[in-house]
């Protein structure tokens, strides 16, 4: 290995990126680092440029002028968009998978047939072109439900319904759906034994789509995160499909969908740096996605995150290295879509054994956080390494304690929220040992008087990912937790239970 000096540039803005800049700075053979364009944090650290992540031309220009030696890749957009390719064929050294390899983020629906095809175990799925397929998919799911007319039907049969398309069905045969046209007439629907009785079709049908049942919906592009719907029962997937395939909400992500069967069990990311022929997991990591305490509440981009996580025992990490990471590098090399990069399975462990939910392209956010808190290794080397197609001459070296990161968001985040709130403590915080604030959501503000230093102030949902080794879990929470309380801004908030309680999937 060389010991030649290395200029670097990261690509991306949020704590991710901040944690990749932190811990490249570490390494003995980094002149400078640029961030692109960075936030408050990797100002301070770094230096900041401002060119957009999907801004190719404006990237390779500054990468030719400032001598890159390496550039890394955040976010999964420029991936899917192509920012490898145009790097490499400017003869500029890049850390990620080409755009023909990001596809397995890009597009569900390859990912889940890559799978299919490689036996990599996931849940099982269906890929629809249109709504009307997919809702006739979802409503004939199976029921067991009896349907019997009650008072003054003319109808006087039991109706033994299979699916919930036959029941709405059944329900129109005694009832007329304008209702006006059959007064008197009830329809009483058994389930398991327990009879209801309902005097208007509406109320029926609504019973019906009521029922439990476990669907997710996939919508098959890019959609920031958001395209993904775990449906409680018929009614919640018969929306899901309107919003993604006839309302559009996703734009062309919804072109085409998946539904796929409800996973249960604990989740699980297993991270891992390959070069397409050397695959290293990085230890294990949990992060917590719903936005409130105890696992309530919309989904988010991730409210905190810890690692090593005690379900992933070296079993289970080697089952998932075997069943999974292996067998999908191949089955990607196979199909000519070599992959470099940071493989990202994200997992359920269910009773039959880890499953796939997704796969991601690059490295997780928050999960980036706290993996590269413990690791010891020179990061830079390894992301040459396997940017060179040389990752089997290297090996990783991690701290045995545990880290914790608690994000600090904005007032009403995910939901609408202010920017450009002053953050104070920050400096306080910094002097704490074996904490490191990462930043996401903030920007600097020069203040107007002359003299006076630039201010931090927050400039997104997700705020702060404040992060913290301990000797045991428990004290790299608290730590976490001390220094999150010390830090203030107006309206911050954060979850209480990181690391305290493992989450949980949705149910
Ligand atoms: P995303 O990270 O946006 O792709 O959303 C994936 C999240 O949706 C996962 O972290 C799970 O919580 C949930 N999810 C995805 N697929 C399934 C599934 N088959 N069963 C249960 N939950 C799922
Ligand atoms: N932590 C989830 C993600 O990075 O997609």
Redo the contacts with the bound molecule.
């Keep these: 290995m060389g010991v030649k000096a290395l200029k670097v540039l990261v690509i991306g803005k949020g704590g991710r990126e901040h944690a990749l800049c932190w811990k490249l700075k570490q390494s003995p053979r980094v002149t400078s680092i640029y961030c692109a364009p960075g936030n408050a944090g990797t100002a301070l650290d770094v230096q900041n440029v401002a060119i957009e992540p999907t801004d190719f031309r404006g990237l390779v220009q500054f990468a030719k002028r400032e001598g890159i030696g390496l550039a890394v890749v955040g976010p999964e957009e420029p991936l899917v968009k192509g920012i490898v390719e145009v790097f490499q064929r400017e003869g500029l050294r890049i850390f990620g998978p080409r755009r023909e390899a990001a596809e397995l983020e890009g597009s569900k629906v390859f990912a889940k047939d890559l799978m299919r095809q490689a036996g990599i175990p996931t849940?099982d799925y269906r890929v629809f072109r249109s709504a009307p397929d997919a809702e006739h998919f979802a409503l004939s799911r199976e029921v067991a439900l009896t349907v019997r007319s009650r008072g003054r039907s003319s109808l006087r049969h039991t109706l033994h319904c299979r699916t919930a398309a036959e029941t709405l069905e059944a329900i129109d045969r005694i009832m007329d759906p304008r209702e006006m046209l059959s007064p008197g007439v009830q329809v009483e629907i058994e389930e398991r034994g327990q009879k209801r009785v309902f005097s208007t079709a509406a109320e029926a049908r609504d019973f019906v789509l009521g029922r439990p049942l476990g669907l997710?919906l996939k919508a098959d592009g890019l959609a920031a995160?958001?395209?993904?719907f775990?449906c409680d029962n018929l009614r919640q997937a018969l929306d899901g499909i309107d919003q993604i395939m006839v309302r559009r909400i996703f734009g062309q992500a919804g072109d085409c969908l998946i539904i796929?069967?409800?996973?249960d069990g604990q989740?699980l990311s297993v991270l891992a740096v390959t070069d397409g022929r050397t695959i290293i997991p990085l230890e294990s990591s949990q992060d917590y996605?719903r936005a409130y305490d105890h696992d309530e509440g919309p989904n988010t981009g991730g409210m905190g995150a810890y690692s090593p996580t005690p379900i992933a025992t070296p079993e289970l990490m080697e089952q998932v290295e075997r069943e999974v990471l292996v067998p999908a590098i191949h089955a990607l090399k196979r199909a000519r879509r070599p992959f470099r990069g940071v493989l990202y399975a994200?997992l359920?462990l269910t009773n039959q054994g880890p499953k796939v939910?997704?796969f991601n392209v690059r490295f997780g956010d928050p999960e980036t956080q706290v993996v590269l808190m413990r690791l010891k290794s020179d990061l830079l080397e390894v992301l040459e390494a396997a940017a060179d197609e040389r990752l089997d001459t290297v090996s990783l070296h991690w701290d045995r304690r545990p880290a914790v990161t608690v994000v600090m968001a904005s007032e009403g985040y995910p939901g609408h929220y202010e920017r450009d709130r002053l953050i104070q403590n920050l400096e306080a915080v910094e002097r704490m040992p074996d904490v490191k604030v990462f930043h996401a959501g903030t920007t600097l503000r020069a203040e107007a008087a002359p003299g006076r230093e630039a201010r931090v102030v927050t400039d997104g949902g997700r705020v702060l990912n404040v992060t913290a080794l301990g000797e045991t879990l428990a004290e790299a929470r608290n730590r976490a937790y001390e220094a999150a309380r010390t830090i203030k801004f107006p309206g911050a908030w954060f979850r209480q239970d990181i690391a305290a309680a493992t989450p949980r999937?949705?149910r």
């Design positions: 849940a997710v995160g958001k395209g993904v775990v796929e069967e409800r996973l989740e996605k994200g359920m939910l997704e999937s949705r």
